[in-house]
């Protein structure tokens, strides 16, 4: 059993804070940047025997979506929970629990090492973090209902999967003491019940600079991925994926239900 667990890190791994989020095309991260204004990485945690690839640190920048690493044959399998309460300020603090699983900082990178890995923080979909420690503090969120998720990562940033989706948790927490909340320029819902979208593929339109809301509903849990704004949202039944993004490239962009495979919606930004 694999329990050694790098409970001494200190806070602030955060070199690599909203690395996740951004694919090559300069989306910003929106409105968390400011939580990347923790102190520096201190580093705890032997390297010993894991080389480190550079290319590795390139694609932190970019956010590959590797294969999944399927642990569902696997006797212990690392387990994740999540305590996650508002600050009062505009913020939430994170409590993770990780079980079976060595956190490893994602930074400096390291190659895949079974049993290793790291805590990946999404917050409305949006990666807010990768870190090795189980307390994490969320900052400058609007006021309002906000979806946050903890995935477990390998060292390079791969879902580690049981039964065909991540190990994950996730809580809903309704935030106070933020900023006002914005609102959507457009708002679009879509349905889908029994793997079938109600009315179909539908085709949303949005202008360049828009701040556009997507509400999916399903009767089965699954995460909502819109592709190039790399925004990825849990869907469960009764909890709604709430996808809030400002569009700021033109072209046409798909959403897929990741785990059933089939495309959900796309996003046309002209
Ligand atoms: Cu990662």
Request: hydrophobic residues 40%; proline residues 4%; aromatic residues 4%.
């Amino acid at each position: 059993m694999k329990s050694r667990m790098n409970t001494a890190l200190v806070l602030a791994v955060t070199a690599v804070l909203t690395a996740c989020g951004s694919d090559a095309t300069g989306v910003e991260e929106g409105s968390f940047q400011s939580t990347s204004t923790t102190t520096e990485v201190v580093v705890a945690v032997e390297m010993d025997g894991h080389e480190m690839a550079d290319e590795e640190m390139a694609d932190h920048g970019g956010h590959q979506h590797g294969q999944p690493i399927d642990l569902t044959g696997l006797s212990v399998r690392p387990e994740v929970s999540l305590l996650a309460e508002p600050d009062g300020s505009g913020g939430i603090m994170l409590d993770i629990g990780v079980r079976d699983l060595e956190l490893v900082p994602a930074d400096p990178p390291t190659s895949h090492h079974p049993g290793q890995g790291h805590v990946h923080v999404l917050v409305d979909g949006s990666s807010v973090a990768m870190i090795a420690d189980t307390n994490y503090h969320v900052t400058s969120l609007t006021d309002g209902s906000h979806t946050v998720m903890v995935t477990l990562s390998s060292n390079d940033h791969r879902d580690y999967n049981v039964d065909g989706s991540a190990i994950s948790a996730m809580a809903m927490v309704e935030v106070t003491g933020g900023a006002p909340a914005a609102q959507p320029d457009v708002r679009f819902e879509v349905g889908v019940e029994d793997g079938t979208i109600l009315g179909g593929v539908h085709r949303f339109e949005a202008s360049v600079g828009n701040l556009v809301e997507v509400t999916v509903r399903s009767d089965i849990a699954d995460d909502v991925h819109l592709h190039v704004y790399d925004l990825k949202v849990p869907v469960r039944e009764g909890t709604p994926a709430v996808l809030l993004v400002e569009v700021d490239i033109p072209g046409v962009f798909e959403a897929e239900l990741h785990g059933a495979g089939f495309k959900l919606f796309e996003l046309a930004v002209s």
